[in-house]
T-cell receptor, first 115, second 113 residues
Framework: NAGVTQTPKFRVLKTGQSMTLLCAQD?????MYWYRQDPGMGLRLIHY???????AKGEVPDGYNVSRLKKQNFLLGLESAAPSQTSVYFC??????????????FGEGSRLTVL | QQQVKQSPQSLIVQKGGISIINCAYE??????FPWYQQFPGKGPALLIA???DVSEKKEGRFTISFNKSAKQFSLHIMDSQPGDSATYFC????????????WGLGTSLAVNP
């Protein structure tokens, strides 16, 4: 059972380049999320999806785009990378049960450096 | 505006001691409060969670204490072990906010052998 898989795990970009991070989950979860994690700033939500074909903005969406064409995949795109986007990116998927209880399952992260 | 405030930012505890991490929230609509544990190089993983209809939940050495009137909740790690060294995040959620978790900034715990 793979859970949540992120690719690539590491990437170095030059300013202005574009790239796509892929997140795949095999748990049939409706909800998927993209976070970035920076030292001292916790986990900040970039975009999320509540089901196939839907996306919504989180706290820090600027400079990123997402797509959820298939239920199991959630793609995060950087159209024109900037040094401020150097970070560790985490994808998560979740179920939510009765009484608003649930669990987020995270991937192992993608470390992106923008020079 | 940070809706979940977590303290301390870092914590050093001796093996066998008690680790205590505190969180305070502002939104009274929150009705689900999980704690996540993150080891270096890994994604966070759910450790324990509580709903506001109970004041305490215990799972092994980990206990959440919840004070609804004070809008505070805390994680207690009894008999702390070096393997507990990790970053701990508290979070909160309500059904009304599309089930997004609002996160604290994290506490880096080091347990000395």
């Amino acid at each position: 059972n793979a859970g949540v898989t992120q690719t690539p795990k590491f990437r170095v970009l030059k300013t202005g380049q574009s790239m796509t991070l892929l997140c795949a989950q095999d748990m049939n979860h409706e909800y998927m999320y993209w976070y970035r994690q920076d030292p001292g700033m916790g986990l900040r939500l970039i975009h999320y999806s509540v089901g196939e074909g839907t996306t919504a903005k989180g706290e820090v969406p600027d400079g990123y785009n997402v797509s959820r064409l298939k239920k199991q995949n959630f793609l995060l795109g950087l159209e024109s990378a900037a040094p401020s986007q150097t970070s560790v990116y985490f994808c998560a998927s979740s179920y939510w049960g009765q009484e608003n209880t649930g669990e987020l399952f995270f991937g192992e992260g993608s470390r992106l450096t923008v020079l | 505006q940070q809706q979940v405030k977590q303290s301390p930012q870092s914590l050093i505890v001796q093996k066998g001691g008690i680790s205590i991490i505190n969180c305070a929230y502002e939104n009274t609509a929150f009705d689900y409060f999980p704690w996540y544990q993150q080891f270096p190089g890994k994604g966070p993983a759910l450790l324990i969670a509580i709903r506001p209809d109970v004041s305490e939940k215990k799972e092994g050495r980990f206990t959440i204490s919840f004070n609804k009137s004070a809008k505070q909740f805390s994680l207690h790690i009894m008999d702390s072990q070096p393997g507990d060294s990790a970053t701990y995040f508290c979070a909160a959620s309500s059904a009304g906010n599309n089930r997004k978790l609002i996160w604290g900034l994290g506490t880096s715990l080091a347990v000395n052998p």
